[in-house]
C-alpha cells in the first residue's frame, strides 16, 4: 500500500482523546526486559518517534529515562503535552518533527524508539534518521500491541475492526514492518520478542478504544452501525461490567554497527 494514498499524519486529527484515554500501555515485563536488553539507565536518552498522545514515551519517562516525544499531528502533541500535567516523575520533552527528519542532533539519542508506529513510516528513509540521530552501539526498538487472535473475545473484536474500509490493508503494513529492521544493514543483532498484554474495560471504554482505530467511520450513520456493533460485542461477552481485549506485545530490537 502506497502510504501517501493512506494519508498517515491526517488519520489520528480528532481522535486524541479517545486515543489517550483508551489505548493500552505496556506490559512492565516488556518494558523492564527493554531497559536491560539495550543497556538503558537512569538519564538515558530515549527519543520516541511517533509518540502519539506520549503513552510510550510516559512508560518510559517513569522509568528513569530522559524521554524526548516526536510527533508530527497537532492535536496527538497537544494530547501529551497536557498529559504531562501532574506527573510525580521527570516528564518527557515533546516537539514537533517526522520519523525521516526529526531535527535532532547527530549521534544524540542512546536508543530510539518507535511505538505503534513504525508501519506509517517509509523505513528505508526512517532507518536512516534514527541510524544518524543514535550514539555508537545505540538501539531502535520497535513495538506494537497485536490483538491475540488465540482469545475468542478478542477475535471478535478484531474482525469487526479488520471489517472497516482500509483496516486489512494497514494490517499488512503492520503484519510485516519490524522485517525492515531486521532486514537493515545499517543495525545488527536484531532480533524479535513477545511478551502478554491485556486490557480490562467498560462499554464505554471498548467503544473508545475502537474509535481510536484510524479507521473508524466519522460519518454519523456508519459511527451508529459500528458504535452498534461495538455495544453488541461487549453485551455478548462482559463480565461483571467489563470485557478484556487481549494482546502479544512485539518487541524488535536491534543496534547501530
Known amino acids: 500500500m502506497d502510504l501517501d494514498k493512506i494519508a498517515p499524519l491526517e488519520r489520528f486529527t480528532g481522535r486524541a482523546q479517545a486515543y489517550e484515554r483508551a489505548r493500552p500501555g505496556y506490559p512492565a515485563e516488556a518494558l523492564n526486559f527493554v531497559l536491560k536488553?539495550?543497556?538503558?539507565?537512569?538519564?538515558?536518552?530515549?527519543?520516541?518517534?511517533?509518540?502519539?498522545?506520549?503513552?510510550?514515551?510516559?512508560?518510559?519517562?517513569?522509568?528513569?529515562?530522559?524521554?524526548?516525544g516526536i510527533e508530527p499531528n497537532d492535536d496527538m502533541l497537544a494530547m501529551a503535552c497536557?498529559?504531562?500535567?501532574?506527573?510525580?516523575?521527570?516528564?518527557?520533552?515533546?516537539?514537533?518533527?517526522?520519523?525521516?527528519?526529526?531535527?535532532?542532533?547527530?549521534?544524540?539519542?542512546?536508543a530510539v524508539l518507535s511505538a505503534q508506529t513504525f508501519?506509517?513510516?517509509?523505513?528505508?528513509?526512517?532507518?536512516?534518521e534514527f541510524r544518524r540521530i543514535l550514539k555508537n552501539k545505540g538501539r531502535v526498538?520497535?513495538?506494537?500491541?497485536?490483538?491475540?487472535?488465540?482469545?475468542?473475545?478478542?477475535?471478535?473484536?478484531s474482525d469487526l475492526i479488520l471489517s472497516l474500509p482500509g483496516a486489512v490493508e494497514i494490517q499488512a503494513l503492520r503484519?510485516?514492518?519490524?522485517?525492515?529492521?531486521?532486514?537493515?544493514?545499517?543495525f545488527?543483532?536484531?532480533?524479535?520478542?513477545?511478551?502478554r498484554n491485556e486490557q480490562n474495560l467498560d462499554e464505554q471504554g471498548l467503544i473508545?478504544?475502537?474509535?481510536?482505530?484510524?479507521?473508524?467511520?466519522?460519518?454519523?450513520k456508519a459511527v451508529e452501525r459500528f458504535t452498534k456493533a461495538v455495544q453488541d460485542i461487549f453485551k455478548a461477552h462482559q463480565q461483571s461490567g467489563k470485557i478484556i481485549l487481549?494482546?502479544?506485545?512485539?518487541?524488535?530490537?536491534?543496534?547501530?554497527?
Open 141 to 157: 526498538i520497535l513495538i506494537w500491541n497485536e490483538h491475540d487472535q488465540l482469545d475468542p473475545y478478542t477475535r471478535q473484536y
Open 175 to 186: 503484519n510485516r514492518a519490524g522485517g525492515p529492521l531486521l532486514a537493515s544493514k545499517l
Open 119 to 128: 508501519h506509517w513510516f517509509e523505513p528505508e528513509t526512517t532507518l536512516l
Open 246 to 257: 487481549r494482546y502479544q506485545t512485539t518487541v524488535y530490537v536491534a543496534q547501530k554497527g
Open 37 to 68: 536488553h539495550c543497556g538503558l539507565k537512569n538519564g538515558s536518552i530515549l527519543i520516541d518517534v511517533g509518540c502519539g498522545t506520549g503513552i510510550s514515551s510516559r512508560a518510559f519517562a517513569k522509568l528513569d529515562l530522559q524521554v524526548i
Open 188 to 195: 545488527q543483532h536484531g532480533e524479535r520478542f513477545v511478551f
Open 82 to 110: 497536557a498529559a504531562n500535567i501532574g506527573l510525580d516523575y521527570q516528564a518527557p520533552t515533546y516537539q514537533a518533527g517526522k520519523a525521516e527528519s526529526t531535527g535532532l542532533s547527530d549521534a544524540y539519542a542512546d
Open 208 to 220: 473508545e478504544r475502537a474509535f481510536s482505530d484510524s479507521c473508524a467511520p466519522t460519518e454519523t
